[in-house]
């Protein structure tokens, strides 16, 4: 009689990081001043009045509250004024 016992294996996988090599990296900054020539073609140029007085302080706030950089926003283009 032949007695044979039967076995399981469960692999066991598991990765962990290690620390092969470390590379240091810098920045080198500096400045330059260049000076560009050239000719140009074409220029378009759009003029707008500035506001004043109390309407010019609205709307500086309200490009600082909104980040509004375009500075194409104005009342009379939203709505009409009361």
């Not at 598991?14 to 240091?24: Q, S």
């Not at 609205?58 to 104005?74: E, I, M, P, Y």
């Amino acid at each position: 009689m032949v007695e044979v016992h039967e076995t399981e294996e469960v692999p066991v996988v598991a990765k962990t990081a290690r620390l092969v090599e470390e590379v240091a990296i810098r920045k080198e900054e500096s400045e330059r001043t260049e000076t560009v020539r050239d000719t140009v073609r074409r220029e378009d140029v759009e003029a707008t009045e500035r506001p004043t007085g109390p309407l010019a302080t609205v709307l500086s706030a309200f490009k600082s509250a909104t980040g509004d950089r375009t500075g194409k926003w104005a009342p009379s283009q939203d709505r009409k004024a009361t």
